[in-house]
């Protein structure tokens, strides 16, 4: 399963996804994790099976998601837990996204 994050320069969330890589790995949940700038969204989406924006770039939120169209569910990190690095949690929002 891939889990991609998105932001500005796809920088800020380097440290978000190795805690999530790291809530993954303790959870035995066989995930790809990685973040990548919003300027290749068009690249990366056919690949995703979720995709996570950074509270930074949630105003670009309805574009990101007429972009992506139903190929995969789109949603914006919790501002406090992109705040805190909160792995355990952005995993489990990603997680809960794909059981919908």
Not at 23 to 49: G, H, P, T, Y
């Given at each position: 399963m891939n889990i991609y994050l998105f932001c500005?320069?796809?920088?800020?969330?380097s440290v978000l996804v190795k805690k999530m890589q790291e809530a993954a790995a303790k959870r035995n949940v066989d995930a790809n994790i990685a973040a990548f700038s919003v300027e290749i969204l068009q690249d990366k989406m056919e690949e995703a099976d979720v995709i996570l924006v950074g509270p930074q770039v949630r105003h670009m939120l309805p574009e990101i998601k007429k972009t992506v169209g139903d190929k995969c569910p789109v949603e914006v990190i919790a501002m406090r837990d992109y705040g805190m690095i909160n792995g355990e949690n952005v995993l489990t929002t990603a997680l809960n996204l794909l059981q919908k």
């Amino acid at each position: 399963m891939n889990i991609y994050l998105f932001c500005n320069a796809g920088m800020s969330t380097s440290v978000l996804v190795k805690k999530m890589q790291e809530a993954a790995a303790k959870r035995n949940v066989d995930a790809n994790i990685a973040a990548f700038s919003v300027e290749i969204l068009q690249d990366k989406m056919e690949e995703a099976d979720v995709i996570l924006v950074g509270p930074q770039v949630r105003h670009m939120l309805p574009e990101i998601k007429k972009t992506v169209g139903d190929k995969c569910p789109v949603e914006v990190i919790a501002m406090r837990d992109y705040g805190m690095i909160n792995g355990e949690n952005v995993l489990t929002t990603a997680l809960n996204l794909l059981q919908k």
